[in-house]
């Protein structure tokens, strides 16, 4: 960990995790302005070497590299998914810069991770693992299908692996499979949203799996959020639609109203994209196209002979409406978002966010330390 640029640390542990209140930089005295800094250090921030317990969660269509510079500079874990860069070398070159900057940065906290669809049903999936393990990528984040090969393999280079899981069987075979953690998935989730409410999934995770870090996702788009998540277990808020409205989200600015303007009512599951239940805006659009497959695609999806063909023929249509969707202008309005909308007031540059929502934090922290009588 790099040097501590202030003199004064006062800091306590918390059930494993550190939060240490740290006064007054060295040549504020000289500049007259006093500022605040502040650290919360658990297992996971040790591990990958974070400021804060919070990771941007990767966003399909929305992350890009801009987004993720940011995160890393802001001390936190930065994600994006390996699907955002399917044109040839696309993906190779962000690797090599974004790698390029944390050997520029010589140990400074925050990193990067990417996601990976590990579903037979992902055409890139491969390709994207070879382009992973070759630029030794520090941290993937497995969702939709069997970690084992993308662990095994990430692991030889000593990367880390955290596997999306919606419930406990899931978890079971990702931690035989040796993943590094989870992201629990809860209810309310943008994305694929798990049937759980998240309080509970990461309880019955940190039971069953005690020493395993569990990465909270689902709803959390303020610092009480993320104070609640950490006292229940988790070793990380796992925040995504927050950052959609982000300065520096390569999306429609319609699209970052929508998720400052809607509300969690607003917020549908639908199947229609990619065959799993997804989160999305409930726009005329999204009304249009429904919440259920038919009772073909029903009977496509579930037959051992066409359920993997026809898995990558809805995906691909789902890809095509919110790539079409994402764009300025577009009248098919079809946004992918959590209930977490409920909480999104503003559109603020990636940073601002983060500072935000550790202020949030440290703000609740305090109001609830003084609820305990000693
Ligand atoms: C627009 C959008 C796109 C997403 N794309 C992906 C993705 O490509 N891969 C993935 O693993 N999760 C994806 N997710 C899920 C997020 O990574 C994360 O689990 C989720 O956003 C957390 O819940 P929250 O939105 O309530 O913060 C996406 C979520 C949203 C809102």
């Known amino acids: 960990m ?25 040549n504020a005295r000289k500049t007259g302005v006093f500022k605040q800094h502040m650290i919360i250090q658990n297992d996971f921030t040790k591990l990958l070497n974070l400021r804060y317990p919070i990771v941007m969660a990767p966003l399909f269509l929305v992350s890009n590299e801009a987004m993720v510079i940011e995160a ?85 280079y000593g990367g880390k692996v955290f596997c999306d899981v919606t419930n406990l069987e899931h978890a079971r075979k990702c931690q035989e499979a040796g993943c590094d953690g989870f992201v629990a998935v809860g209810q309310g989730a943008g994305g694929h949203a798990g049937p759980y409410p998240l309080i509970i999934l990461t309880e019955a995770l940190k039971q069953e799996f005690p020493g395993t870090p569990v990465l909270a996702a689902g709803g959390i788009a303020h610092g009480r959020a993320m104070l609640s998540v950490l006292a229940s277990g988790a070793s990380a808020a796992y925040c995504g639609t927050r950052f959609i409205a982000s300065t520096e989200a390569s999306v429609s600015q319609e699209y ?27 726009t005329e659009f999204a009304k249009k196209i429904g919440t259920k497959q038919n009772w073909f695609e029903r009977i496509l999806s579930k037959n051992p002979r066409t359920k993997k063909y026809f898995k990558m023929l809805i995906q691909r249509r789902g890809f095509n409406w919110l790539e079409g969707a994402v764009k300025p202008g577009s009248y098919e309005s079809l946004w992918c978002a ?37």
């Not at 970052?256 to 805006?281: F, H, Q």
């Not at 999104?344 to 305990?372: C, G, R, W, Y």
Request: glycine share 6%; hydrophobic share 40%.
């Open 72 to 156: 890393i500079e802001a001390g936190i874990l930065g994600c994006f998914p390996s699907l955002n860069y399917r044109s040839p070398g696309e993906l190779d070159d962000v690797l090599k810069r974004l790698n390029k900057l944390l050997e520029e940065r010589a140990g400074k906290q925050g990193t990067y991770g990417m996601n990976l669809i590990v579903q037979r049903a992902n055409p890139w999936f491969e390709k994207h693992l070879e382009i992973c393990i070759s630029n030794k990528v520090p941290v993937v984040i497995t969702s939709l299908g069997s970690p084992k090969s993308t662990i095994d393999a990430v692991h030889t």
């Open 2 to 26: 790099p040097a501590n640029p202030c003199k004064n640390i006062f800091s306590w542990d918390i059930n494993n995790w550190k939060v240490s209140f740290l006064c007054i930089e060295r």
């Open 256 to 282: 970052k109203d929508a998720v400052v303007n809607y509300r969690m009512d607003d917020i549908v599951l639908t199947e229609r994209i990619s065959g799993t239940p997804c989160s999305v805006i409930n």
């Open 338 to 374: 959590g209930q977490s909308v409920e909480m999104i007031h503003d559109i603020k540059p990636v940073k601002e966010i983060v500072n935000q929502m550790v202020s949030e934090f440290e703000k609740a922290f305090a109001e609830l330390e003084k609820t305990i009588i000693r």
